[in-house]
Nanobody, 119 residues
Framework: QVHLEESGGGLVQAGDSLRLSCAAS????????MAWFRQAPGKEREFVSL????????AYADSAKGRFTISRDSAKNTVYLQMNSLKPEDTAVYSC????????????WGQGTQVTVSS
């Protein structure tokens, strides 16, 4: 069992920055990748970014490219999402997820952290 806990969300103004953190815990934690998703009110959950644990390769949704940066600290089993130049459209609950090496999907999810961006 893997437990994820996000932190770092808050209420900010357009143009501000936030750094989200997601700390993973649990025995047998061997991630293939970790990812960030978000869900705005009335909308489906959407992919934001992911990082391949071993190589450090990253991927971003078009909406995040150039503004968001995902990173990891393997020793701490923690993934970060640095968000710059935030826009009101970024307002959502941001959740992290883990895909283990032996799995084909993201089976573990955090509870999410609220990010609200005012204009």
């Amino acid at each position: 069992q893997v437990h994820l806990e996000e932190s770092g969300g808050g209420l900010v103004q357009a143009g501000d920055s936030l750094r989200l953190s997601c700390a993973a815990s649990g025995r047998g934690f061997t991630p293939d990748s970790m990812a960030w998703f978000r869900q705005a009110p009335g909308k489906e959950r959407e992919f934001v970014s992911l990082i391949i644990w071993g190589s450090g390769r990253t991927a971003y949704a078009d909406s995040a490219k150039g503004r968001f940066t995902i990173s990891r600290d393997s020793a701490k089993n923690t993934v970060y999402l640095q968000m710059n130049s935030l826009k009101p459209e970024d307002t959502a609950v941001y959740s992290c997820a883990v895909r283990l090496e032996s799995q084909s999907k993201y089976n573990y999810w955090g509870q999410g952290t609220q990010v609200t961006v005012s204009s």
